[in-house]
């Protein structure tokens, strides 16, 4: 499984909408919603951002196995 779709599973596993990640990353819905949904890549920075808006790490993302 790809990052973005695992950053993916973890926001929907966790109940948090777009809308709100895009407010505590600083980006875009749209460009929230494209990375998430695979349709632009994910650079090792963007990650970290998203992990910080969430309070987790990168290795959390990876270990997350979508259940």
Do not use: W
Request: include cysteine; aromatic fraction near 8%.
């Amino acid at each position: 499984m790809k990052v973005n779709e695992r950053l993916k599973k973890y926001i929907e596993h966790i109940g948090i909408k777009q809308r709100f990640i895009a407010e505590k990353t600083g980006f875009s819905e749209n460009m929230v919603s494209q990375t998430l949904n695979g349709r632009r890549c994910i650079s090792a920075e963007e990650l970290e951002i998203y992990c910080n808006a969430l309070n987790i790490t990168p290795n959390d993302i990876y270990r997350f196995n979508g259940n």
